[in-house]
């Protein structure tokens, strides 16, 4: 942190594109097609972003003024927060699989002030929504004035599922770019000449981190996949543009390896893994038809991610590496810091510049998330003399939906009502090694179709909620207090499979 980052004011959207103002003419952005690529220097993407910045505020939006993005999987939309933040806006990104039933839900908490809308992105009802034409039109203005202020203000808010089973805004501050330092050396080894090449979508927020944001602070350029490229795909993305580094969630780690053959990456230094646990039979298999390391990492939604292996330091077996250089990390028993050795909740000090400011509106429920200056993230752990840490599992219910937090709660509540339910539990299940999904198991008086339920769910809930297994239960598990059991379900289900007599 600099006297010029900070003491004469500071904006996130700013700090990320000052580096490229040293190569103007360095590409930012390759958006990748399997015969074409779109590319974007540094000078036009900061074009882009300011003028996008004037935009917005000429359509009448002031400083502060919450803005929620519905854009699709395109250039749009990492140009359009930039360019909300550049003008002192507060965006709000959200994945454009949320139906318009789910965003309406986000509508009365959120306010926003306007919503950016592609017309092919699911959206409700709102007396100010700017187009994507109207949004494109703005990257010819005049650049805006860099919207400078304290560091800790309100910089932007994502949704999180949360145990309530309804989605949590979370508000972070424009400093949270800065905690996303510590991961250059602390986990990418990311340098000004890569080619951070990332398999999501543009409006994911991991990719929106690591795929753009952080190699852009640091002079990098980003490889993008167009919408619809298949994983199979990636490995010859990758091989033609030169991909040094290479991010993606675990599943498509899995898909990419179907093929049973030695992929030939011969500028690739290591992949990337977050979102979800890396299983030890993908991590292998990687190295095996690669050559090169994969280095994991672990975060929420509340704080970027904070524990990592990398090249310097890389994880332990079965670890997910160390607490990032410059992250306070540690693991707590009921009474205080715990042993080393001793499983407890992995936490977070109060101090780090990437923890959420807090849920947007709820500051009981912010409260709650901490324990004097330690921010519990609800996951076990347990940390060796080494500092590595082991992850032990998720402390509550919630599920992993390829990267996504979902909570059951939130499931269960679309599928209740269904023709013919009469009890419901979400849950997540290995189907085989590695490979977990959502499943609905549900109590009925007969039978009732897959089809249907799945066209039910279609239309209640984004594409990464819906169950992917129907399973039919005499009854649903519950303690003696009456809660469901959920992992009773799951645990008795992955016994029948594993025995050979699930029929499901």
Not at 154 to 169: C, D, L, R
Not at 225 to 233: N, S
Request: charged share 20%; with cysteine; net charge neutral.
């Amino acid at each position: 942190m600099t006297d010029d980052t900070l003491e004469s004011g500071f904006n996130l959207a700013r700090y990320v594109l000052r580096a490229g103002r040293d190569a103007p003419d360095k590409v930012a952005l390759s958006l990748l097609r399997p015969d074409a690529r779109e590319d974007w220097s540094f000078a036009r993407l900061r074009a882009a972003v300011r003028g996008t910045g004037t935009g917005l505020l000429q359509a009448g939006l002031a400083p502060g003024d919450v803005v929620l993005m519905r854009l699709g999987n395109t250039p749009d939309f990492p140009i359009a927060y930039l360019g909300a933040l550049a003008a002192g806006l507060v965006p709000v990104p959200t994945a454009a699989a949320l139906t318009e039933a789910e965003v309406a839900k986000l509508l009365p908490g959120l306010a926003p002030a306007a919503i950016l809308h592609d017309p092919s992105v699911p959206c409700p009802p709102h007396g100010a929504r700017i187009g994507l034409d109207a949004l494109r039109a703005m990257r010819d203005l005049p650049a805006v004035d860099w919207h400078l202020g304290p560091a800790d203000r309100p910089g932007y808010i994502i949704y999180t599922s949360g145990t309530s089973g309804q989605p949590t805004a979370v508000l972070h501050a424009h400093r949270a770019i800065l905690a996303r330092r510590m991961m250059f050396d602390g986990w990418y080894g990311l340098r000004a000449d890569d080619r951070m090449l990332h398999a999501g979508a543009f409006n994911w927020t991991y990719t929106l981190g690591t795929g753009l944001m952080d190699p852009w602070t640091r002079g990098a350029t980003a490889l993008i996949p167009a919408p619809g490229t298949p994983a199979q795909d990636l490995p010859a993305l990758m091989a033609r543009h030169g991909a040094t580094l290479f991010a993606a969630a675990p599943g498509v780690y899995r898909q990419m390896l179907k093929t049973p053959r030695k992929l030939d990456l011969p500028r690739l230094r290591h992949g990337l893994s977050a979102g979800e646990k890396l299983s030890p039979a993908v991590r292998t298999a990687w190295e095996t038809a690669t050559g090169t390391p994969v280095f994991e990492a672990f975060g929420m939604s509340e704080c970027s991610t904070f524990i990592s292996g990398c090249p310097e330091h890389p994880a332990a077996a079965g670890a997910l590496g160390r607490p990032q250089p410059g992250r306070k990390v540690a693991i707590l028993a009921e009474d205080g810091v715990a042993e080393t050795g001793t499983p407890g909740t992995i936490a977070i000090h109060r101090s780090d510049p990437g923890l959420m400011l807090g849920y947007l509106g709820a500051p009981e429920q912010t409260a709650a998330r901490y324990r004097g200056d330690w921010f519990l993230t609800g996951d076990q752990g347990v940390m060796d003399a080494d500092g590595q840490v082991t992850y032990l599992g998720r402390q509550d219910d919630m599920m992993n939906a390829g990267g996504f937090r979902v909570s059951p709660l939130e499931v269960e509540a679309a599928l209740a009502d269904a023709p013919g339910v009469t009890g419901i539990a979400a849950t997540e299940i290995e189907v085989k090694p590695g490979v977990s999904v959502i499943a609905a198991f549900y109590t009925s008086a007969n039978p009732l179709d897959d089809a249907t339920l799945g066209r039910y769910a279609e239309e209640r809930l984004a594409r990464y909620k819906r169950p992917r297994l129907y399973i039919r239960v005499g009854a649903l598990p519950t303690g003696a207090n009456g809660k469901l059991l959920r992992r009773k379900l799951r645990k008795d289900y992955e016994a029948r499979k594993d025995a050979g007599t699930d029929q499901a």
